[in-house]
């Protein structure tokens, strides 16, 4: 459709109906021939290229990626970008390189996988042992410091967690339970070593094995495990990225 102006009090309209006469009837007479009971809302009145255009601004596809244990994320990342900020808190800080090392250094020592839990205060080693339970092939089953000694020891028992991992300030809180194996990981991630790759890169697992286990109350007050798949965290943190993106 075009406007011409001839003179200021002149104004001429004209359209050209070979492009809108026949696509305007088309879509009218597939209108007219709907079910006369189909609802208004039903009813399509835009054209095709309208239609096409309306798809594409709301496109809402979202790329997942391959599927992978958090874990084998964490390290590809490690390699890619080995000397960026990988954890600060307050003071301290690691780069990837460090966070690897150090998961790595700790998880030579309890390869073997089942339950292992983790009683931690907000740490840097917090996140170091959870990462090395995951390396380790274990599942990680996270538990606080400010639960009653009791709540603790059921969710132990309960799991048949093989050990659990603490740091100096949650050493104390188990130090009388001698039928439960206890391992500072400060005592061994201060202590340099050569990690034996081959150990580690032999463990297998999969985004269908349990990442970690986590309780809920329940209706009684009694602790309920959960368990998690690996690659739940994996869709979980895209999910995240979505959300912070709008």
Sequence with gaps: MTAQVARWHDLKISFQKRTYLPTGLMSYE??????????????????????????QLN??????GEISCIHHAFIHQAIDHPQKLALLLEEQSLSYAETLYYSQHLAAN???????GHLFERSIEMI???????????????MSPRDPIVRIKTCIKSTHARLVLVHGYTQHLLSNQSEIIIIDIDKIISCPMMIDENSLTNIRVTPNDISHIVFTSGSTGTPKAVSIAQKFLHLTGIMFKIIQSI
């Design 128 to 142: 170091i042992a959870m990462m090395a339970i995951w390396i380790s092939g274990g599942i990680y089953m996270p």
């Design 110 to 116: 309890f390869i073997g996988g089942g339950v292992i």
């Design 30 to 55: 597939t209108n007219r021939q709907s079910p006369l009971r189909q609802p208004l809302y039903a009813l399509n009145t835009l054209f095709t290229e309208e239609m096409t255009i309306l798809r």
């Design 59 to 64: 496109s809402s596809y979202v790329d997942f």
